[in-house]
């Protein structure tokens, strides 16, 4: 008896769901397993954050919070006040503040289905996998969901923003905006590189949508509340960068990271360029990509719904180019994108073969290829966490500072 489509979408997102629990859970069994292992200073920065929030809301001390959600730092205050609510319900350690990262890494995994599905509504169902196993694949991603750090949280916010963006360039639901305007600030405010790259695909992306017959044919009313979301969010983020003088500190924290090459020099114009043909499988993401847009343009076929996510890739890269701040994590910001752009392409390349035949083989070829990448990923990130965590001589004092404030916050509570 044949499927039919609903029941294989079904079997798709219960592939998926087991994928994305089984590597979480793996993953919060490594962070358990070498919570022994003292945080470094990054780590301890954030992780204060979020136990400033959670000891002023133990305390009650309505004005403590108000500065938590406004003060002047270089790091915005969201994660620290979403961090702050998780390490209250779950209680201070080093182990609880980690997991909060791959809580955020299994968020993301469902957001690659779903937008991969959003773009692509009549492929194959289980073309849906392959952004997640992407997400799965890559040793980056895999390592900081287990550091108390901003990248997974911001990440996953800017990709819901992006889904919410299409989502409303396909219906011209008002809803689907006003949640493009919220996710795509509260990824600004969790880590800011992210969110000013969100916005800036934003910027881009509005005209179109603006200009697509599904927003010409709204009635003036809705149009006027369209218009009202996205300028209310221009005025909310007005005031955060100089009602509230938060400007300087945006401005300090993007020159704060030493460069290490020149800017036309090629080691650094090709930096993220090898980054991505050399870490994890993202080679093969960047061929998917390639091909299916050759394909899309070639057959005249392309995705208007997919411009949000090569614009936010081309974005990430040119301002990841232009700050000469290299570092691989600082690439993981290119990530998403290209996952996403890396599902249609499979779809493109593999799921409109000719013979039914060839379609079902290198569909299940190319996923089987991803499956193992991803089990070979996670057999060695025991390996990879401890290296990452194994930070002794660096950081020892705000390691030890967030000890101290646990233990305060222990008293209180």
């Not at 204060?48 to 108000?66: N, P």
């Not at 499979?346 to 409109?352: Q, R, T, Y």
């Amino acid at each position: 008896m044949s499927l039919n489509r609903f029941q294989i979408t079904k079997l798709s997102l219960l592939s998926a769901t087991a994928l994305i629990l089984l590597s979480a859970i793996w993953i919060g069994r490594g962070v358990v397993r070498l919570g022994y292992l003292q945080m470094d200073m990054d780590e301890a920065v954030h992780a204060r954050r979020g136990l400033d929030v959670t000891s002023a809301v133990l305390r009650a001390d309505w004005q403590a919070i108000v500065h938590e959600l406004v003060k002047p730092e270089w790091y915005p205050p969201g994660h620290g006040i979403a961090l702050g609510i998780w390490l209250w319900w779950l209680g201070p350690q080093v182990e609880t503040a980690r997991l909060y990262s791959t809580l955020w890494f299994a968020i993301m995994g469902f957001l690659l289905w779903f937008s991969s599905k959003e773009l692509l509504p009549d492929a194959n169902p289980f073309v849906y996998l392959v952004p997640p196993l992407f997400l799965i694949a890559d040793a980056l991603y895999t390592v900081y969901a287990g550091l108390a750090m901003l990248e997974l949280p911001a990440a996953a916010l800017a990709l819901a923003g992006l889904l919410f963006l299409v989502r409303a360039w396909r219906n011209a639901n008002l809803y689907d905006h006003l949640l493009a305007v919220l996710f795509g600030g509260l990824s600004l405010l969790t880590k800011y590189n992210f969110g000013l790259v969100t916005l800036v695909t934003y910027g881009v992306c509005l005209p179109l949508v603006w200009c697509d017959q599904s927003h010409q044919n709204l009635s003036p009313r809705k149009k006027g509340v369209v218009l009202g979301i996205w300028l209310s969010g221009l005025l909310t983020l007005l005031v955060w960068f100089w009602g509230l003088d938060q400007w300087p500190w945006f401005v300090n924290y993007s020159m704060a990271q030493p460069t290490q090459y020149g800017l036309w020099t090629s080691a650094n114009l090709l930096y993220y360029p090898r980054m991505l043909w050399s870490q994890s499988t993202n080679w093969l993401a960047v061929l998917l990509a390639g091909g299916g847009l050759i394909i899309m343009l070639v057959q005249r076929r392309y995705l208007d719904r997919l411009t949000p996510y090569i614009i936010y890739f081309a974005a990430s890269l040119l301002v990841l180019t232009v700050k000469t701040q290299n570092g691989l994590r600082f690439g993981m910001m290119l990530l998403p994108g290209l996952w996403i752009t890396a599902g249609a392409g499979a779809h493109f390349i593999f799921g409109e073969q000719k013979f039914p035949w060839l379609r079902r083989a290198t569909s299940a070829a190319l996923l089987s290829i991803m499956i193992i990448a991803s089990f070979s990923n996670l057999r060695s990130l025991m390996s990879q966490l401890y290296a990452s965590h194994e930070n002794a001589n660096n950081g020892v004092e705000m390691a030890y500072e967030y000890i101290e404030n646990v233990l305060e916050i222990g008293k209180e509570s």
